[in-house]
């Protein structure tokens, strides 16, 4: 591709067979026909086990803008979304899950929503989720407790779709579990980050692979909560401003 890509969409995929043909034909349909300058799609395969690799290849030979990576072995979502963002060519940089559960239709919006408002990263916020009683109320625990501790201000962290400035993975490093927490990594570098409503639908087919129960989203979190309020408090946070002599 000679011309400068517009958006990088980053999708990760594990174990998604099942559903991530009808999710990669409905981002590229929506990219095509909403999204001005060129785009990208990169299918993110994280150690799949049941064809989801073979599938991502095939459509990354098929059609333009789309491209396949694969992980080994399975590495979890800060894994696979990390070696999405390190491919990426976009100057914005979108994700979205690989269950179908969020809107494509909703880049658009949140592109124009990020530079009405002047910001770095813009987050979504799901309404009428279409999740079991469960994981709301867990996701709701862990949404408090986290803001409780980081001072965030995002509502819910647990949605995958979000546009950003390419500039705000600069200095970011991930590790084990920092998508949990990647609106506050980003803010911790000096960036600007807002949220606002998207829609969210029920998954398409089979069963969350990264989710879990409240013990997932909470207990077990609970370390890694511990360790980014320590970076918190320790990040260093700077500008640089270089004065040069006036030629001549």
């Given amino acids: 591709m000679n011309e400068a890509v517009r958006l990088s969409v980053v ?140 001072h965030d201000h995002i509502s819910d962290v647990g949605c995958s779709i979000r546009v950003f400035r390419r500039q705000c993975l600069t200095r970011l490093h991930f590790f084990r579990n920092a998508h949990r927490f990647f609106p506050a990594l980003v803010q911790m570098q000096g960036f600007r980050v807002a949220e606002m409503p998207v829609r969210h639908r029920p998954r398409l087919r089979g069963e969350s692979k990264y989710g879990g129960g409240i013990r997932s989203r909470l207990w077990v979190g609970l370390a890694d909560l511990a360790g980014v309020y320590w970076l918190r408090k320790r990040a260093l946070r700077y500008g640089v401003i270089e004065e040069s002599r006036p030629h001549g």
Avoid at 20 to 29: F, K, Y
Avoid at 54 to 81: F, V, W
Avoid at 97 to 122: A, I, K
């Fill in 11 to 150: 999708v990760p995929f594990y174990n998604e067979a099942a559903c991530l043909e009808a999710v990669c034909h409905e981002v590229r349909e929506i990219l095509q026909r909403e999204v001005p300058g060129a785009w990208e799609l990169i299918m993110v395969d994280d150690g799949s086990r049941d064809g989801t690799a073979a599938l991502i290849d095939d459509l990354a030979r098929q059609y333009p803008g789309l491209r396949a990576l694969h992980l080994q072995p399975n590495s979890g979502q800060s894994a696979a979304l990390e070696a999405g963002f390190a491919a990426a060519r976009g100057d914005l940089i979108a994700t979205l899950d690989g269950d179908g559960q969020n809107d494509p239709g909703d880049l658009r919006r949140l592109m124009e929503e990020l530079e009405r408002r002047q910001v770095d990263m813009m987050c979504g916020v799901r309404v009428n989720r279409a999740d079991n009683w469960v994981r709301r109320i867990s996701s709701r625990l862990a949404n408090r407790v986290r803001a409780a501790l980081l």
